[in-house]
Structure formats: C-alpha cells, structure tokens
C-alpha cells in the first residue's frame, strides 16, 4: 500500500477538489499520512489566481521534490489551477513532477498513481468540464462540524481582472438532488453547518435549470436531518432574486449573511473591470438586500490599484465603505495577471500605491467593525463552537451566524461549559470587542 501525502493550497473550492481526491485514494490501494517524509507519494493541489499564489505553489512544488531527491518519495504529482493556467510548459519548468492534472482532471488521481505505464501521458490539461457529484468519495478535512459545499463550478463572466474562466471554465452546476443527497452524507459524519461555494453562487442552476434556483437549493437543504447553519459565498451581485432574498429571510436554517463580492465602487472602476453595474446600481441592490433581510451580514471584497485608479476613484471607494458599513470586507491589491484584459491597460498602479491604498481601506473597515463589534458586548448571542482555541488550551474559539469559518473573525469563550463539544450551538454574552474578534461567557450555572 503507497503511502500518500497531499498539499492543498488556495480557496475553499480548491480544498474540496482536494478533499475528493483524498476520498478516492482512501479507497485503495493508498494510505494517507500527514507528513511528508513519511510518504511514498506527493500530490500537491495549486492555486493560480494571482501572482502570489502562483509563487506559492512554485515553492510548495520545489519543497516537496526535495523529499523525492533524498529518496524517502518516489512520485510527485502536481494539480489543480496552476497547471490549468500554464499547461504542458510546466513540464520543462518542473522536471521533479512526474504527473500535473488540471482542474478538471483531478477525478484520475488514483488511476494516474497506479499506472505502472512507462508510455503514460505526463500531463493531463483540457478544456474543465468534470464537476463531482454525490456518489464521488470525499473526506472532509475542515472540521468534523462544517464543512463546504461546492454547488457549481466555473463562471460565464468576463471581469477584466480575473483569470478564473480559463481555470475552471464555463458555469456547470450539480443538480438539487445530488447536493441533497452529499448534505445528508456531511450530516450523518457530524456535519452542523454548510457553506456553499462556488465561483458565482447567483447564478446556480442557470445552466441545467434555464434560471437560477439558489432558492429552492436552499429550501431543500434546510430539510436536511442534522444541518443546522446554511451560509452563501461569493454571490454575483447582478441578478440576486427576490425568491433567494425572501427564502434567507424566512428559512431559520439559512443564516442572515451573504458573502457578495463588488470589488469597487468608483464608475470609471466597475466600468474597467467590466462589472456591468454602477456604484448607484450596487446601492440599489444593497438597499433591496437590507430591505428584504433587515439583519442581514453583508461580507464583500475590494480590488484597490487597478490600473487607472486615480486618488479620486480611490476617495469614492473609500466614501462607499464608511457609508455601508459592510459586516466584513476583504481588501485586495490589483496584480498584473498575464492572459487577462486588465494588464494590458495603461496606467498600471505603482506597488507601494497599491499596498497604501490597502492599508487605508482595511483600516476603515477596522474601525466600522470595530464600533459594531463594540454593539455586541453585553448582548447574549448563539455561538457555534469550533473547539479548543489556537490562542489558548483555557479557551474555547467559536462563531457567530455572521461569522463564516476562515476569513471572518471569531468568539474566544472564556468559560467552557461542561461536555461542550465542537458543532455545539449555544448561548454566549459577549464580554469584550476589538476589531474583529469577540470574547464572550457562558453561564455555567445551568451546567
């Protein structure tokens, strides 16, 4: 039995691709270990979506061949967005891999390990089409409570900044009854919530149904037995139904929080990036979500120093941050990526503007969530449990309904109830506030 160690790098919906691939190598003839130099095999799945991730993967690659040339590896397989991106010339730049899988190749992971075929194809890229459904094995590697739920793949918008359309292709969704059928396989492992992902959640179903369904997906996951948080990420702005906006309102399951992505607010910016809407269309959209949701979380992500962005465009970004008061926000520096519309545009924005720009913004947001945190303290609130806290053994780390589990912050508890166990939801008063994260107690006298 081959021993195999597998890397996963990038954005939740990579880590799922990594979790099927750890599902079908569990059945055989493999075995997974955690550690690198124990292993017989290497898979390291990349990212590829910006300059940084790509550098990443490059050094993952090159760390883990460093153990198939002490001898202790005797393969090294490399998958995912950065072998999508730069295909068959990666064999010339990584002599150390033996196999690269593209995207939408990852499903022959175990076929492309037991070949003993000297002949055999080295890389393996297409056009991705391959989406796995409910029968595909998968081992859940976030915790054993939460977990993601990919819904579609792909997206069919043409952003100017973004290479993800030729990494993952046109907008393929799986249909409700294999996601229904894959939550309650989450649920009977122990699974409380589900985070659904995708590359543009709005639009799921388009493609198979002739209109999105996120609604009715929604409705039929929350009959799922044992799942009790449903959270949506990276919802495309345009085009948001009034049927999903009444169903996250009116299903206690889907929690009130909607990770929506706008990337900017300045006309001439939405108009460069190809966006297709305007900084007073994403306040009418904005308006008719809080309308619909007056609780609603509203999480988002700003590209700052794309090319042409002028101090002006910047102080509109700026103004449309403080006057929203987003629940959370994610800030980005624009990178030059080659094979999209945007580096070749003029005016390319200096690094160190870049970078200062960031920092502006993300302090702006620090100071919003800050105060808003700060509205909490004395409050008594549900928090799901993720279980003893990096921070301390003494502490328990947790979640609100408005905090998703990686990029949002979280609830240090500083009581631990008695058999209080990770995927618990239970009441916590929040005692103290900074800018992300919240401390809070539980009353142990009902224990």
């Given at each position: 039995m081959q021993r195999v160690h597998l890397v996963s790098l990038g954005c939740p919906k990579n880590r799922v691709d990594s979790e099927v691939m750890v599902g079908k190598l569990q059945e055989g003839p493999f075995e997974l270990v955690d550690e690198p130099e124990l292993a017989d095999v290497i898979v390291v799945n990349t990212c590829s979506f910006i300059q940084p991730a790509t550098e990443e993967s490059i050094e993952t690659v090159l760390e883990m061949a460093r153990f198939k040339e002490e001898g202790s590896c005797s393969k090294l397989v490399v998958t995912g967005c950065m072998v999508q991106r730069f295909g068959k010339s990666l064999e010339g730049e990584l002599p150390e891999v033996d196999h690269f899988l593209g995207t939408g190749e990852y499903h022959r992971i175990s076929d492309v390990l037991k070949s003993r075929d000297a002949m055999a194809p080295?890389?393996?890229?297409?056009?991705?089409?391959?989406?796995?459904?409910?029968?595909?094995?998968?081992?859940?590697?976030?915790?054993?409570?939460?977990?993601y739920l990919k819904i579609s793949e792909g997206c069919n918008h043409r952003c100017t900044f973004c290479i993800i359309p030729q990494l993952r292709g046109k907008l393929r969704s799986r249909t409700i009854e294999s996601l229904v059928v894959e939550a309650a396989k989450l649920s009977a492992g122990g699974v409380r919530e589900l985070n659904l992902v995708s590359q543009d959640s709005t639009a799921y179903?388009?493609?198979?149904?002739?209109?999105?369904?996120?609604?009715?997906?929604?409705?039929?996951?929350?009959?799922?037995?044992?799942?009790?948080?449903?959270?949506?990420?990276?919802?495309?702005?345009?085009g948001l139904p009034d049927d999903l906006l009444k169903t996250i309102a009116e299903e206690p399951k889907v929690l009130p929080y909607l990770d929506m992505p706008l990337q900017h607010a300045s006309g001439p910016m939405l108009k460069a990036m190809k966006r297709g809407v305007t900084r007073a269309g994403q306040e009418r959209i904005l308006t008719r979500v809080r309308e619909a949701i007056p609780d609603i979380a509203i999480r988002t992500?700003?590209?700052?120093?794309?090319p042409?962005?002028?101090?002006?465009?910047?102080?509109?970004?700026?103004?449309?941050?403080?006057?929203?008061?987003?629940?959370?926000?994610?800030?980005?520096?624009?990178?030059?990526?080659?094979?999209?519309?945007?580096?070749?545009?003029?005016?390319?924005?200096?690094?160190?503007?870049?970078?200062?720009?960031?920092?502006?913004l993300m302090q702006v947001q620090a100071e919003i969530s800050r105060a808003a945190n700060e509205e909490l303290?004395?409050?008594?609130?549900?928090?799901?449990?993720?279980?003893?806290?990096?921070?301390?053994?003494?502490?328990?780390?947790?979640?609100?309904?408005?905090?998703?589990?990686e990029v949002d912050g979280q609830v240090f508890v500083t009581s631990i109830p008695p058999g209080a166990?990770?995927?618990?939801v239970l009441p916590c008063r929040i005692v103290q506030a900074a800018d992300h994260d919240l401390v809070g107690e539980m009353d142990l006298s009902e224990y």
């Open positions: 080295k890389s393996f890229v297409d056009v991705p089409m391959y989406i796995h459904d409910e029968m595909a094995p998968r081992v859940n590697s976030w915790a054993g409570h939460s977990a179903g388009r493609d198979i149904y002739g209109k999105p369904k996120l609604a009715e997906l929604l409705r039929a996951l929350a009959k799922v037995e044992g799942i009790e948080w449903i959270r949506i990420h990276y919802a495309y702005p345009i992500t700003f590209i700052v120093g794309f042409g962005e002028t101090e002006d465009d910047f102080a509109v970004l700026e103004d449309f941050v403080r006057e929203q008061k987003f629940s959370r926000v994610g800030v980005f520096t624009y990178f030059q990526e080659d094979g999209t519309p945007a580096a070749e545009l003029p005016d390319q924005v200096p690094e160190e503007i870049r970078e200062l720009r960031q920092a502006r303290v004395g409050q008594t609130v549900q928090v799901m449990l993720d279980g003893v806290s990096g921070e301390s053994d003494l502490l328990l780390s947790g979640r609100l309904m408005t905090q998703a589990p166990k990770a995927g618990d």
